[in-house]
T-cell receptor, first 114, second 115 residues
C-alpha cells in the first residue's frame, strides 16, 4: 500500500513569504506527527494530531507556525513570514494509534528560505 | 523528561566486522525505545523497538539491541557490517507521560562502512 507522502519535495522561498507543506498519511492512521530536521537542531518534534485535534503543539517554535488536519487525513503545516532559520527538512509521520505504535515517515519537504 | 544520548557522532567499520552504536537514555518512566535508520536522501525507517517485553530486541537487516536498565543503555549491534548499512542511525525514546507517541531523537550516529 501507499506510504506517507509529502508535497512539495523541495520548496525555495524568499524571506517573509508564507509557505504551506502538505502531508498525506497512510489511510486509516489516526495519529499524525510533524518533525523538523535541521543541521543545528537535529530532529525535533513540532506537533501531534489525534484525528483532527492537536493535543500537543509544544514543539512549534513560534506563532508563525501553525498546522491543521482535516477529515482525519491530510495535514497542512503553514509557516508565515518565513525566516532563514526556518530552512530545514520537514518530516511527517503517521501511526495507526498514538503511543508506542510504529511511526511511518514520509520523505520530507526540504525548505530553503533565501 | 525523557532524553537519549548517542555517544558517538561517527563510527567507521570495515565490511564484515561487527557494528556497535551506543545509546544511553534518561527516563523517569518505563521507556519505549527505538532505533531508526536514515539512508542518504531517503526517509526514516524503523529498525527495531523495545516496549518492555524481551530485553533483547531483534530488528530488520540483522540488527539487534539490548535494553539494560541498570546501565540505562540501548546499544545497537550487528555481527557483520555490509556496505549497504552505511547511513545515519537515530536512537529514539517515546515521550511519557501521556503516551502521545511523540518521539525524542538523539543527535544521530553516522555509520561509515569501508570495503
Amino acid at each position: 500500500g501507499a506510504g506517507v507522502s509529502q508535497s512539495p519535495s523541495n520548496k525555495v522561498t524568499e524571506k517573509g513569504k508564507d509557505v504551506e507543506l502538505r502531508c498525506d498519511p497512510i489511510s486509516g492512521h489516526t495519529a499524525l506527527y510533524w518533525y523538523r530536521q535541521s543541521l543545528g537542531q537535529g530532529l525535533e518534534f513540532l506537533i501531534y494530531f489525534q484525528g483532527n485535534s492537536a493535543p500537543d503543539k509544544s514543539g512549534l517554535p513560534s506563532d508563525r507556525f501553525s498546522a491543521e488536519r482535516t477529515g482525519g487525513s491530510v495535514s497542512t503545516l503553514t509557516i508565515q513570514r518565513t525566516q532563514q532559520e526556518d530552512s530545514a527538512v520537514y518530516l511527517c509521520a503517521s501511526s495507526f494509534r498514538s503511543g508506542s505504535d510504529e511511526q511511518f515517515f514520509g520523505p520530507g519537504t526540504r525548505l530553503t528560505v533565501l | 523528561a525523557q532524553s537519549v544520548t548517542q555517544l558517538d557522532s561517527h563510527v567507521s567499520v570495515s565490511e564484515g566486522t561487527p557494528v556497535l552504536l551506543r545509546c544511553n537514555y534518561s527516563s523517569s518512566y518505563s521507556p519505549s525505545l527505538f532505533w531508526y535508520v536514515q539512508h542518504p536522501n531517503k526517509g526514516l525507517q524503523l529498525l527495531l523497538k523495545y516496549t518492555s517485553a524481551a530485553t533483547l530486541v531483534k530488528g530488520i537487516n540483522g540488527f539487534e539491541a539490548e535494553f539494560k536498565k541498570s546501565e540505562t543503555s540501548f546499544h545497537l549491534t550487528k555481527p557483520s557490517a555490509h556496505m549497504s548499512d552505511a547511513a545515519e542511525y537515530f536512537c529514539v525514546v517515546s515521550d511519557r507521560p501521556g503516551n502521545t507517541g511523540k518521539l525524542i531523537f538523539g543527535q544521530g550516529t553516522t555509520l561509515q562502512v569501508k570495503p
